[in-house]
């Protein structure tokens, strides 16, 4: 019996911790720091005002977030979710809840035109629109402001949400809609907006949580609004029929369907060449860094002057198997590796020379110092030289893409909350 269905079968819940109009979430005996999430049978629009039962659909919407958020986490986003349970359920980190939805915009439509006459449907947004809704059904989720959001001084799992949480959250949003839209991309699909939620987790981490499947966003295919396959098709039903909802249903499935396809195998490779066996712990650090984002790396020993014939050898295996590759050149003193590989390759190619105390200068500057025609670039630092060569590929890979987006998000938000630490 698999671990998932080991642990499956010994998960119990406990009590009810609250009920949506689509989910409900229940403790875990014994385990105070998630909670089980349960899907249900139920489409509702217009805070609820329709609403209906879709057989079917708590298996269809599990799948879809349980991908999505595979996903984020896969890149890099730090989300609540931990696995999937079974067909309709599962497992997150016991969030305390932000009362707020987040909404991120690339093509303006639906209720921003009616809060924005005269801007025209389909007006595109760059930067993104970013909007926030408080959570209250009785008066509509009212739109709110920054300043509003600030000056509530909401008090969520300990944490009190001021300028720091919202913008980080803010920037957080961007960032899961930029990568999930690159995702669509790939599909022929265009992302139009979608809407999140945040959590504070018991150790008071802010993260992305509750779910993300059909009814989150607006996903035209080839961007054409007439083929949307979300719950706008259930909105617009003047008329709640079976074969409506079965239409809405089939909708649902195919997106389902289709995110499975978010996490593919790179498309690419770092080839590390290095001009002695003595540079092998500067490439691992390359090799480990490039690893770290997505990139498969592999190491050669090979020199430029010493075996000019094998160096290009070298270069021509990998060149004629078609598969997309940096080459990084690993080559102190006089760096003929770099130079040679890039004269004799169309690929991109990397320096990334082992520097020494006593004549690091001069190692460099050979690095540099190159003749007219060539293009390798030279990057010191071993994180630098993967991460060169994976913004190389993140031009056509997607999930490479994400993991380079997440990492910047990362940084940036351990950047943002050094700050308040240090001013607070």
């Known amino acids: 019996m698999s671990e998932f269905i080991r642990m499956a079968s010994t998960l119990k819940t406990g009590a009810l911790i609250i009920e ?13 720091d998630h909670v089980m999430m349960i899907a249900k049978d139920r489409i509702t629009a217009g805070d609820g005002v329709k609403a209906n039962d879709m057989e079917g ?13 595979e996903y984020l986490n896969e890149v890099g986003i730090k989300t609540h979710y931990v696995r999937q349970h079974d067909g309709i359920s599962l497992i997150a980190k016991k969030c305390d809840m932000i009362p707020i939805e987040w909404v991120s915009r690339r093509f303006a439509t639906g209720s921003f035109l009616k809060r924005n006459p005269g801007v025209k449907e ?10 926030t809704f408080y ?7 009212p739109q709110w402001s920054d300043e509003q959001l600030i000056c509530a001084e909401l008090v969520v799992g300990g944490l009190q949400i001021g300028r720091t949480e919202v913008e980080i959250m803010h920037k957080t949003t961007a960032c899961i809609f930029e990568v999930l839209e690159r995702a669509w991309a790939t599909l022929g699909c265009s992302l139009i907006d979608m809407k999140v939620e945040y959590g504070v987790t018991s150790e008071g981490e802010l993260v992305l949580a509750d779910v993300i499947d059909s009814d989150s966003w607006r996903l035209w295919p080839e961007g054409d609004k007439r083929k949307m396959v979300d719950k706008q098709v259930y909105r617009n039903l003047t008329v709640v029929t079976p074969e409506a909802l079965e239409n809405v249903k089939q909708n649902f499935k195919k997106v389902a369907e289709l995110v499975k396809n978010f996490l593919r195998p790179p498309s690419g490779q770092a ?5 002695s066996p003595s540079d092998i712990d500067h490439c691992f650090k390359i090799r480990d860094a490039c690893e770290k984002l997505g990139v498969p790396a592999i190491l050669r020993v090979t020199s430029a002057h010493k075996g000019t014939d094998e160096s290009l050898n070298i270069v021509s295996q990998y060149e004629g198997h078609s598969q997309p590759t940096v080459f990084i050149a690993v080559a102190g003193m006089s760096n003929g590796l770099g130079p040679v590989t890039s004269g004799n390759s169309a690929s991109p ?16 500057w050979s690095s540099l110092r190159t003749p007219s025609g060539l293009g390798c670039t030279t990057v010191l ?15 056509t890979d997607h999930v490479i893409w994400s993991r380079l ?3 910047q998000l990362n940084t940036w938000v351990d950047l943002k909350q050094a700050d308040k630490k240090i001013t607070s």
Request: charged share 25%.
């Open 20 to 32: 949506g109009k689509t989910k409900k979430i229940h403790e875990i005996v014994g385990d105070p």
């Open 57 to 69: 659909k708590s298996v269809i919407s599990t799948a879809t977030t349980v991908k999505i958020f």
């Open 122 to 131: 389909g007006y595109c947004f760059t930067p993104l629109k970013l909007e």
């Open 135 to 141: 959570k209250d059904d009785a008066n509509h989720d």
């Open 271 to 275: 080839v590390i060449m290095m001009g």
């Open 349 to 364: 190619v990397i320096n990334c020379p082992p520097v020494t105390p006593d004549w690091g200068r001069e190692d460099i």
């Open 381 to 395: 630092s071993p994180g630098g030289a993967a991460l060169a060569a994976a913004q190389i590929f993140g031009l």
């Open 405 to 407: 987006k997440a990492k």
